[in-house]
């Protein structure tokens, strides 16, 4: 009997495999790779799943610390947000599942791995590229792909065989990671519906706004309000449960696949936004003007190139090192307003700001120049454009 380690999420589109892949004659190894986003009782929960679907064997392969360390301490050191909008909260996760599947395929000599990626997405080329990488000589089984099947199709097989599960929330596709949250239905596959409030896995819970602080070492979370943590995932997974409440991080995202068709997907990532746009604050305070320049252009390629899966490309860690060498000076406080569907960050305090008073406050006053130093700047600064415009004979203001 062959053997095949597919990766499970307990969903429609894994628990499908599973059936499918029994009925092909394979022994299945299942394991779910946690990128923090699981709470013990959710992980048992699948265990039991897929036991009871019929695996011969079921493990959680715990990535969190390792997810963050390798990948989300630079999209934090970035800001990165894929059309200035999603946080990665999938495209990132994915690669990190992809190569904790890989590696365990090999510590149990599978024949072959599976996923439940359908033919239409970006997931199955990140995790096809992960294993033709780093298991070449091992088989990738995709059944929903190969078969071409719909969710009603995928519903009434497993019916048919007698499986019982919430149907009706296998609707609506759910990828729940430490970076966000994904939500896929038959809304997100128009151009116009949004989705409905009981399609978000966490809901308002919280209307009374509150302000908290985020504290920042070297680029990095290490604190939340009066609380300072070891371990950034800590202040991420604290975060989540504190802003989540508020349903904050809701949008839907439009962007390209690696595909080349358009896609579409909801997600609710409360932490990661605020995380960004607060970590993005103090850097406008903490670093020069050409160092924010470079570190976005940078950033924005790197979150593209994730995105389509190329983690492993060695440029990535190319960048990775430019990136973290801007983060020697974004250390400090930032302080954030949280109220329902919204947050706003309101001010930071940092050892490093650059917006010293000591130098100035800006359109007020100075205290490092005269008036008379401004003049002659100013002409010194515009002169190649001043002879450009005189030789070539251009006047007036166009």
Not at 67 to 75: D, E, I, M, N
Not at 249 to 254: L, P, S, T
Not at 296 to 307: C, F, I, P
Not at 327 to 356: C, N, W
Request: charged share 20%.
């Amino acid at each position: 009997m062959k053997k095949v380690v597919l990766a499970f999420s307990g969903g429609l589109d894994t628990s499908f495999c599973v059936k499918y892949l029994l009925e092909q004659g394979y022994e299945i190894y299942s394991a779910i790779v946690n990128t923090g986003g699981f709470s013990e009782e959710e992980l048992a929960e699948i265990a039991r799943r897929a036991e009871n679907l019929g695996v011969a064997h079921h493990v959680t392969l715990d990535e969190t610390d390792n997810y963050y360390q390798t990948c989300l301490k630079y999209l934090i050191f970035g800001n990165v947000l894929k059309n200035n909008t999603y946080p990665l909260s999938v495209s990132a996760e994915r690669i990190s599942q992809a190569v904790a599947i890989a590696k365990y395929a090999q510590e149990v000599g599978a024949e072959a791995v599976a996923h439940g990626s359908t033919g239409a997405g970006n997931d199955q080329v990140r995790f096809d590229m992960v294993f033709n990488i780093l298991i070449p000589n091992v088989e990738i089984i995709t059944p929903i792909r190969d078969l071409k099947l719909s969710r009603e199709e995928e519903i009434a097989y497993l019916k048919e065989r007698g499986v019982e599960m919430d149907f009706q929330k296998a609707q609506y596709s759910i990828n729940k990671g430490i970076w966000g949250t994904s939500v896929g239905g038959k809304e997100t596959l128009t151009s116009h519906q949004a989705l409905p409030e009981s399609a978000y896995p966490t809901q308002l819970s919280k209307e009374t706004p509150e302000r908290i602080t985020l504290h920042f070492k070297n680029g990095e979370p290490v604190g939340l309000n009066e609380e300072m943590f070891d371990n950034p995932v800590h202040v991420i997974q604290k975060l989540q449960e504190i802003a989540g409440a508020f349903a904050i991080g809701r949008d839907i995202h439009v962007g390209d696949t690696i595909i080349g068709i358009k896609g579409r997907v909801g997600f609710e990532a409360a932490a990661p936004m605020i995380i960004i746009k607060a970590h993005h604050a103090l850097e406008k305070h903490t670093l020069t003007k050409w160092q924010l320049y470079w570190k976005d252009s940078l950033a924005t390629w790197y979150g593209n190139w994730m995105h389509e899966g190329q983690f492993l490309d060695p440029t990535m860690r190319n960048i990775e090192t430019f990136m973290a060498d801007t983060q020697k000076t974004v250390t400090g406080k930032v302080h954030v307003l949280l109220a329902p569907y919204r947050f706003q960050v309101e001010g930071i305090e940092s050892d490093h700001d650059l917006m010293s008073s000591k130098f100035g406050s800006y359109g007020e006053m100075n205290n490092a120049w005269s008036g008379e130093d401004v003049k002659g700047f100013s002409k010194i600064f515009g002169n190649q454009t001043m002879m450009y415009r005189l030789i070539n004979g251009e006047d007036g203001a166009k």
